[in-house]
């Protein structure tokens, strides 16, 4: 999977791990009527990110509920309320695949916890995602069809909007705070530095993005996506920030996965999506290196630096500019996942 945005905070509060009972008494306080007959942890995928829990009731109806476990997975949570009351039952006609409703919320010491009906479908793993089998492709349409939304529909309920000059200066911005620390390798330095500077791989429509996309938000049906979830994130920006994460599943999936994409979004075409995708998924090590300095662990950077020097030993054969205009194949990097998809050790 793309790198874990769990590493990045603290737990919130500290005293804040629940038992399995307490969560189940949450779901009683949020729903009426439900009387739980068995609770089961969910500790993986979107779910690491909170307390969560699989509630089942007397009558088989299974809800899930969340606590949040950090400040930023607190605000997810309060912006997943909002996301979804903008996602209405005619909007996600749209989409082919469902959307979580909340059926309940509570508080829960100084945070809330959110409950929400099951949706449809299993979970599904990076390595689940194969080429010749129906999972990429069935990927690829269903980011494409988040991507087809009308812009204005999230834009004007107030939801941020990233234009294509702030998400290329965001990048720009993250290469020259890692560039300053002087710990990146230099084949890194070179290939970052060209392609946040490269206008032509910046040219791009914004659209609604999901903009938290894993495969931990995929839940699979018998040949299709059943379901995504976790939409805290939601707003208007670079299609390629939901893309990112594919970068990381074997080369023939990817392309399959980018090709359905493309096949849904025949109008809109961007050339450079990838390219972009490519360039966000790798960043993400510069914004790990950044953590581990300012908060001064030493063991961070050192994770940090592994991956950047693995991320080099992929790349020494390939052009500097492998992430910008005119170099094909776009990417040649192999098993990125095994780089980005490691937890590190705990700070």
């Known amino acids: 999977m793309a790198f874990h945005t769990s590493r990045?905070?603290?737990?919130?509060?500290?005293?804040?791990?629940?038992?399995?009972?307490?969560?189940?008494?949450?779901?009683?306080?949020?729903?009426?009527?439900f009387d739980p007959a068995r609770v089961t942890?969910?500790?993986?995928?979107?779910?690491?990110?909170?307390?969560?829990?699989?509630?089942?009731?007397?009558?088989?109806?299974?809800?899930?509920?969340?606590?949040?476990?950090?400040?930023?997975?607190?605000?997810?949570l309060s912006n997943e309320v909002r996301a979804l009351e903008i996602l209405t039952v005619g909007v996600r006609s749209r989409l082919g695949f469902e959307v979580p409703t909340v059926c309940g919320r509570a508080p829960m010491g100084n945070t809330f916890g959110l409950v929400f009906d099951r949706p449809p479908g299993d979970a599904v793993h990076l390595g689940d995602v194969i080429a010749g089998t129906v999972v990429p492709a069935a990927i690829g349409r269903s980011m494409a069809?988040?991507?087809?939304l009308p812009a204005n529909l999230v834009s004007d309920a107030g939801l941020s909007y990233v234009s294509a000059t702030a998400a290329q200066q965001r990048a720009r911005d993250i290469v020259e705070r890692a560039v300053g620390t002087n710990m990146l390798p230099a084949v890194l330095e070179t290939r970052w530095s060209r392609a946040v500077v490269d206008a032509r791989?910046?040219?791009?429509?914004?659209?609604?993005?999901?903009?938290?996309?894993?495969?931990?938000?995929?839940?699979?049906?018998?040949?299709?996506?059943?379901?995504?979830?976790?939409?805290?994130?939601?707003?208007?920006?670079?299609?390629?920030?939901?893309?990112?994460?594919?970068?990381?599943?074997?080369?023939?999936?990817?392309?399959?996965?980018?090709?359905?994409?493309?096949?849904?979004?025949?109008?809109?075409?961007?050339?450079?999506?990838?390219?972009?995708?490519?360039?966000y998924s790798e960043l993400e090590i510069a914004k790990w290196l950044l953590h581990g300095v300012r908060e001064r662990s030493a063991e961070i950077v050192e994770d940090a630096t592994e991956m950047m020097n693995r991320l080099v030993s992929t790349i020494d054969d390939e052009p500097v500019n492998s992430v910008g205009v005119g170099t094909e194949p776009i990417m040649t990097v192999v098993e990125v996942e095994d780089m980005l998809g490691e937890v590190a050790p705990s700070s």
Do not use: C
Not at 8 to 33: C, E, G, I, Q, W
Not at 145 to 148: G, L
């Open 8 to 33: 990045l905070f603290a737990t919130y509060p500290k005293n804040m791990a629940r038992s399995h009972f307490t969560l189940a008494a949450l779901v009683v306080s949020a729903v009426p009527d």
């Open 41 to 76: 942890p969910l500790t993986s995928g979107m779910d690491a990110d909170f307390e969560s829990a699989l509630v089942t009731d007397l009558n088989g109806r299974e809800v899930i509920v969340r606590l949040p476990t950090s400040r930023s997975t607190e605000q997810a």
């Open 145 to 148: 069809a988040i991507h087809e």
């Open 201 to 279: 791989i910046w040219q791009f429509d914004p659209t609604v993005i999901h903009g938290s996309l894993g495969i931990g938000n995929f839940l699979f049906g018998e040949d299709s996506v059943s379901a995504i979830q976790g939409w805290g994130s939601l707003h208007v920006g670079d299609p390629a920030v939901d893309l990112m994460w594919l970068t990381n599943a074997e080369p023939a999936a990817t392309d399959e996965a980018f090709q359905a994409y493309h096949d849904v979004r025949l109008s809109s075409t961007d050339p450079n999506i990838r390219r972009r995708a490519v360039l």
